[in-house]
């Protein structure tokens, strides 16, 4: 089990998404799911920094992860605002053609965060944003 609480900026999000990256190369070799958990933490995590909270670096998040046979449970509380309507947005992958200048600027870090995690869960509870994800330690390395 890894539990940490850390406040609001990208900062504190590299460091924890470091420490976590240690947490499991210590306790299991799945170089697959340390780098998938490496892009699911760093997406999600930075995603409250800069939409829940504006990078404003008043608000705190909470992180609970839980290693077992079956991969890497997530659980991330933070106070800051809620999802645009209370949901995750659906993960669907931009469109990536036509010219440089016309690609969209948002939308690949849930099209990963979506292809990379199962279980991929959102609620909003009183004031508190509730995100879980399961990283299962057996899927194969290659989002769409």
């Avoid at 947490?23 to 170089?31: G, I, K, Q, S």
């Avoid at 958990?37 to 760093?42: K, Q, S």
């Avoid at 997406?43 to 920094?49: D, G, R, Y």
């Amino acid at each position: 089990m890894f539990t940490r609480t850390i406040k609001s900026s990208l900062v504190e999000v590299r460091g924890l998404v470091a420490d976590v990256i240690t947490f499991l190369d210590r306790h299991t070799r799945n170089v697959c799911l340390c780098q998938r958990a490496e892009i699911v933490l760093a997406e999600l995590l930075n995603n409250i920094v800069e939409h829940a909270y504006g990078n404003a670096e008043t608000g705190s998040i909470a992180f609970h992860a839980i290693l077992s046979e079956a991969g890497l449970g997530i659980t991330v509380r933070d106070t800051g605002r809620p999802m645009p309507g209370n949901s995750l947005p659906d993960g669907v992958r931009p469109a990536a053609d036509g010219p440089v200048s016309s690609l969209p600027e948002g939308g690949f870090g849930w099209f990963l965060l979506h292809s990379l995690a199962q279980d991929l869960r959102y609620e909003r509870q009183q004031q508190t944003n509730v995100t879980f994800c399961m990283l299962d330690i057996s899927q194969p390395d290659n989002p769409e």
